[in-house]
């Protein structure tokens, strides 16, 4: 089988992470985010994955030639010379895709979840439609755009855009399957597979919804991929708890890379990711916080849902909050205080952000 990943944008909302690597390569949990994708579709049988990418492909198509020989599949870049949006690139890809003349997967690069491939290819060939979609329960639907479907088939009737009164409470989660037909219905330019495509689909009656089980993020922007790092962390709890870290001073759930370092009396969690070659120094206190490869965090200092970049400094008697974000190799002087403080890469902080602001 093959599947197709968007990943052709610039990735502005979760800047300034991405303005120092490609967001599908940003890691997510200790792992890129691209490969908890890849690992996922290569287990259901996927043998060639095609990246429509457009920004930063140098960086993507050095890191796949690994992941090629490691997962032992097929990655294939589709480069945009323009912005295709979600259904364009399908139609760029179009020889790639329907070789064989199998269904293939198409996913968005930002979503998290169990990516339960296996069970929507068996879904997808159950009902004989053209396409299937993987749809989720949300809190408040009126935020989205919501999919109205049978009960009983999962056969999409509507989808409607930011509900004032219930009609349902699944949207789209970004993954779907489609027969090779669907390729007929896209043009190579710029075309919406949510507006233009699938409404269309779904009056033809060709378009099913499959409800997901378990977690669902869109992890596109900081304060999401913290949410999203958190349910990741719950259900890892649940699957695999020997994956976890635990130890003194450890609470709740906690990832910790084999490398990094840890002082004496930190209190680390819950909801904590440390990446590779870290050092936490002693008396630090961190809780809902992703901190990236090569970062060092000095003694006493006190983070509360915040990202730190790879390889920053942060000083001694820090105080972070508030989704701070610290892009590549910033540097927090001592004894400051950043309150929802956005950082652009290789700057150094020598006064306190008591506002939630951008430094440039």
């Known amino acids: 089988m093959r599947a197709l990943i968007l990943v052709g944008g610039f990735g502005t909302r979760l800047r300034p992470l991405t303005l120092s690597r490609p967001k599908p390569l940003v890691e997510f949990c200790n ?36 992941q090629e020989q490691r997962l032992g ?24 895709l329907a070789e064989g003349g199998e269904p293939f997967f198409v996913l968005n690069s930002d979503v998290i979840c169990e990516f339960p491939f296996a069970a929507l290819a ?14 989720t329960r949300v809190e408040e639907p009126a935020k989205y755009g919501v999919v109205v479907s049978e009960a009983d088939t999962g056969r999409i009737c509507r989808f409607v855009e930011k509900p004032r009164v219930f009609v349902s409470n699944k949207i789209n989660a970004g993954l779907y399957i489609f027969s090779p037909g669907i ?32 977690f669902w993020m869109d992890i596109g922007q900081p304060k999401d991929f913290l949410t999203g790092m958190c349910m990741y962390l719950q259900a890892l709890r ?23 370092k840890i002082g004496a009396n930190c209190v680390i969690g819950p909801n904590v990711t440390i990446g590779a070659g870290v050092v936490v120094e002693d008396g630090v206190r961190i809780k809902r916080c992703t901190v990236l490869k090569g970062a060092r965090i000095r003694s006493h200092s006190w983070l509360e849902s915040c990202i730190v970049g790879w390889s920053c400094s ?3 008697w820090v105080r972070m909050e508030n989704v701070t974000v610290l892009g590549e190799d910033v540097i927090v002087n001592d004894e400051l205080y950043l309150n929802g403080a956005n950082v652009l890469p290789h700057k150094s902080i020598a006064e306190s952000v008591p506002e939630p602001r951008i430094i440039m």
Do not use: C, W
């Open 122 to 135: 068996h879904f997808h060939r159950q009902h004989g439609g053209e396409g299937s979609l993987v749809v």
């Open 183 to 214: 390729l007929q219905r896209i043009q190579l330019r710029p075309t919406s597979i949510e507006k233009e495509i699938f409404p269309a689909m779904a009056q033809e009656g060709q378009l099913y919804a499959m409800e997901l089980q378990g």
């Open 314 to 316: 942060v000083g001694q």
């Open 238 to 260: 649940a699957q695999h708890p020997e994956k976890l870290h635990s130890g003194p001073g450890v609470v709740g759930n906690v990832l910790v890379d084999p490398s990094a």
């Open 73 to 96: 599949i097929r990655i294939s870049l589709s480069h945009e010379k323009e912005p295709l949006g979600t259904a364009g690139p399908l139609a760029l890809a179009r020889d790639l």
């Open 31 to 66: 792992k890129a985010v691209l490969l908890h994708q890849l690992e996922a579709l290569a287990a259901a049988g996927v043998s060639h994955v095609v990246l429509a990418v457009s920004y930063m492909s140098e960086a993507l198509g050095a890191a796949m030639r690994e």
